[in-house]
C-alpha cells in the first residue's frame, strides 16, 4: 500500500504498520547508521503513532509516523554525540539484506562515509528529499524548520558530497 493509498483511507493500525514499516525503516537507517537502533526508533515511533490512532487515522499517519521518527533520529544523533559512541551498522548492510547491486564505480563504504560525517539536520533533508522523494515543503513541515532551512542544508550537504566526490578523484 502506498502512502498515497493510506492518506485518508480507512486502515487499521496492524495494516498501517505492514505497508510502511519498510519505508520508515529505510528512512530510520539512513538517519542513524545502525539497523537495530533503527529497529528500536521505528518501534517507539510506531508506539507514539498507535497512542494517538483514532486522532490521526483520517489524515495521514504516515506523515506524522515520520516525523516522529526523524525526530527521534536527531534526538538519538545528539545523545551520541555526547557520548560518543561508535554505532554498528552501515547503509551497506540494508542494502545487503534487500539484495540491491552497490552502485558502479563506488567504493564500499563511500556513500556511507560522506553522509555519516554531515551535521544530523543536513543528513535529515538529504535522507528526506533524495531517500524519501520529499518536496521542500513536506521536509520543512516534518522536520519543524523553515523552507529557506531546508534549502541551505540541502546546499551545504551537496557542497559536501561534490567536494567529496573531487577528492575521491584526485
Given amino acids: 500500500m502506498s502512502a498515497r493509498e493510506i492518506r485518508g483511507a480507512e486502515v487499521t493500525f496492524d495494516e498501517f504498520v505492514t505497508a510502511t514499516a519498510s519505508r520508515l525503516l529505510r528512512t530510520a537507517v539512513f538517519m542513524v547508521y ?25 489524515g495521514n499517519p504516515e506523515a506524522y509516523a515520520r516525523r516522529v521518527l526523524v525526530n527521534l ?26 539484495g540491491a547491486a552497490p552502485a558502479p564505480g563506488a567504493g564500499p563504504g563511500d556513500l556511507d562515509e560522506i553522509l555519516r560525517g554531515l551535521p544530523a539536520k543536513q543528513r535529515a533533508v538529504v535522507v528526506l528529499r533524495y531517500w524519501c522523494d520529499m518536496n521542500e515543503r513536506e521536509i520543512a513541515d516534518t522536520l519543524g524548520i523553515s523552507q529557506g532551512t531546508v534549502k541551505s542544508h540541502t546546499a551545504r550537504a551537496m557542497a559536501a558530497l561534490r567536494e567529496h566526490m573531487r577528492e575521491g578523484r584526485g
Fill in 34 to 58: 545502525d539497523r537495530h537502533l533503527a529497529e528500536d526508533l521505528l518501534q517507539t515511533a510506531y508506539e507514539r503513532v498507535a497512542r494517538r490512532w483514532e486522532r490521526i487515522a483520517d
Fill in 73 to 98: 533520529a536527531l534526538d538519538e544523533n545528539k545523545r551520541r554525540a555526547r557520548r560518543r559512541d561508535t554505532p554498528a551498522g552501515s547503509v551497506a548492510d540494508l542494502e545487503r539484506l534487500a
